[in-house]
């Protein structure tokens, strides 16, 4: 069946980076982008960026440009998201989502990946 | 980026009635209007997408309807098992979220 599975529970120091997986399965994984989004605890959904497996081209939300890359290794179906100069107010669950193309919906999405950042 | 502003944050509702929950854009966004369910420690599950397609496995009870800024998700006879939160989400520019909208029992 399709799904997106995640890397497990991570935590940081403020300062340092993080850096999660998200392995792809049951489809052929150059044909959707994938989306990454947070949720802080008790808060809604923000969206970080997007990678396209196929081509590699990125597109990142102007509050996370300069701390956040996106990478795919297209040879183990995986993308991940490396956000660094980690605060405390990222302490969030990250998920990975499939978009089919342009315009589409979220349609799959991975388990999710709880970060805490914490001195 | 668009700003989707959610009512009402919170409902209080019964199982069997008819909820509605509304959306709007700040600027439109066509038809590209997508509705997410999401229940505690779970990811958000599509619904709607754009505006008004039923996700396929989405119960017929679930409808939705609008376009440019306003929108909306209506439940047709809630059910017990769709107590949970609900998002919209435009995927006409980079995509933004409602803040949500938080079904309870009453």
């Known amino acids: 069946q399709v799904q997106l599975v995640q890397s497990g529970a991570e935590v940081k120091k403020p300062g340092a980076s993080v850096k999660v997986s998200c392995k792809a399965s049951g489809y052929t994984f150059s044909d959707y982008y994938l989306y990454w989004v947070r949720q802080a605890p008790g808060q809604g959904l923000e969206w970080l960026g997007w990678i396209d497996p196929n081509s590699g081209d990125k597109k990142y939300a102007l509050k996370f440009q300069g701390r956040v890359t996106m990478t795919r290794d297209t040879s183990i179906g995986t993308a991940y998201m490396e956000l660094g100069r980690l605060r405390s107010d990222d302490t969030a669950v990250y998920f990975c989502?499939?978009?089919?193309?342009?315009?589409?919906?979220?349609?799959?999405w991975g388990q999710g990946t709880t970060v805490t950042v914490s001195s | 980026d668009v700003q989707m502003t959610q009512s009402p944050s919170s409902l209080s509702a019964s199982v069997g009635d008819r909820v509605t929950i509304t959306c709007r854009a700040s600027?439109?966004?066509?038809?590209?209007l997508n509705w997410y369910q999401q229940k505690p420690g779970k990811p958000p599950k599509v619904l709607i997408y754009t505006a008004s397609n039923l996700q396929s496995g989405v119960p017929s009870r679930f409808s939705g309807s609008g376009s440019g800024t306003d929108f909306t998700l209506t439940i047709s006879s809630l059910q017990p098992e769709d107590f949970a939160t609900y998002y919209c989400?435009?995927?006409?520019?980079?995509?933004?979220f409602g803040q949500g909208t938080k079904l309870e029992s009453k």
């Open positions: 989400q435009q995927s006409y520019d980079n995509p933004t």
């Open positions: 989502a499939r978009v089919p193309s342009s315009y589409s919906p979220m349609d799959v």
């Open positions: 600027q439109s966004v066509s038809n590209y």
